[in-house]
């Protein structure tokens, strides 16, 4: 099948992660997959050259450049594909644009709580989470318009869980934004070095909290204790740096970090936000409330102490990312979602593919 794949961003997060990882496992499944892209996302070598993978990068200002559009829609147009999946809502609203041009149906994962403003074009939404579908029901999306299908992770599961060890180790990562509840974490590790824990935190991500969290470590008097590692590349290595992987956010719709930490074998403490909450349970990690310390610290110090509890959770944890939540589980759900929705539209218009030349400013690989 020919897809194209539209994400606008230029930063790596969850939902860019999930653009990367769903274009290359569909063009290793043999789909023939056109990946349209800011020209300068981050991660776009990644993309290019890859046997299956066509990348049409462009120059996207904002929701007001429709000489964007135009580009995209051509370039769309051209390869003909069967179906388009967006990603975000620049994405969505773009693939929106493009669809009469491309003469296909237009899919999007929501990834977040959208502003349906932006999804006028969407044939289907992939909700990610059960909360997510309540959400569009909620405002207005047909039930027969909504499929729910969880992110995946590409990661490798490790043959066995890790055991935590002394001193305890644990390990976060993100983007350095309120929202991340890197602060939270902070004056919990505080908490848990005055519960007498040997603890080590290596802390990865960068963003404009990165200073303040800095500052916020020195005062606390834990910045001996704390390992500011940057923008995280390579996370599986990463990773490897601790025994416990923790997840303070405030507001997570998902996590595709929990999911890489549950391939890796790691014990989990996490906050009670809204993908932790329906991905993982008292049997696969520990549970701390939103924003605060002294639950987060508690669950912190339970999973030092207790490292026959710690390895049973991240057993129980990595059981279930390779049941529920892997590539090769998650992938061909998506393909059927294609399947169905190409089934149920009608085929293309050869009117609406005539502009088949890219125009300038396009790069095609």
Not at 85 to 100: E, T
Not at 180 to 206: P, Y
Not at 237 to 258: N, Q, T
Request: proline share 4%.
């Amino acid at each position: 099948m020919k897809i194209t794949q539209i994400m606008l961003s230029k930063g790596f997060g969850g939902g860019e992660r999930y653009f990367l990882d769903l274009c290359l496992a569909l063009a290793a499944r043999g789909h023939q997959v056109q990946a349209v892209c800011h020209r300068r996302f981050e991660r776009i070598g990644d993309l290019k050259g890859q046997r299956g993978i066509e990348v049409a990068a462009v120059d996207a200002l904002g929701m007001w450049d429709v000489r964007s559009v135009r580009q995209m829609a051509a370039a769309a147009a051209e390869f003909a594909p069967a179906v388009m999946h967006s990603h975000m809502a620049r994405g969505a609203w773009a693939g929106g644009k493009m669809g009469g041009r491309a003469g296909a149906p237009l899919v999007a994962t929501t990834h977040n709580y959208v502003d349906l403003k932006y999804y006028g074009g969407v044939h289907t939404f992939i909700a990610t989470t059960h909360d997510q579908a309540v959400y569009l029901a909620d405002n207005r999306v047909a039930a027969d318009r909504i499929v729910e299908i969880p992110n995946f992770s590409s990661f490798a599961p490790v043959a066995a869980a890790v055991r935590p060890g002394d001193p305890a180790r644990f390990v976060a990562f993100g983007r350095f934004v309120t929202k991340k509840g890197f602060d939270v974490l902070l004056r919990a590790l505080r908490k848990v070095c005055d519960a007498g824990v040997d603890a080590r935190l290596a802390l990865g991500g960068s963003g404009p909290e990165a200073a303040a969290l800095e500052s916020l470590a020195r005062e606390l008097g834990v910045w001996e204790r704390v390992r500011f590692a940057g923008w995280v590349h390579d996370v599986a290595a990463f990773l490897r740096e601790g025994e416990v992987f923790v997840l303070p956010s405030l507001d997570e719709p998902f996590g595709i970090v929990m999911l890489e930490a549950m391939a890796s074998g790691r014990a989990i403490v996490t906050s009670r936000s809204q993908g932790p909450s329906e991905v993982l349970d008292d049997a696969t990690c520990w549970f701390a409330e939103l924003g605060d310390a002294d639950t987060l610290a508690r669950a912190m110090i339970e999973a030092a102490r207790d490292p026959d509890a710690a390895e049973s959770r991240a057993t129980a944890a990595l059981a279930r990312y390779v049941g529920r939540y892997h590539e090769d589980v998650v992938v061909p759900r998506i393909e059927a979602v294609y399947a169905s929705v190409v089934d149920a539209s009608p085929g293309p218009d050869p009117a609406r593919r005539r502009l088949h030349t890219v125009l300038p400013g396009l790069r095609r690989r």
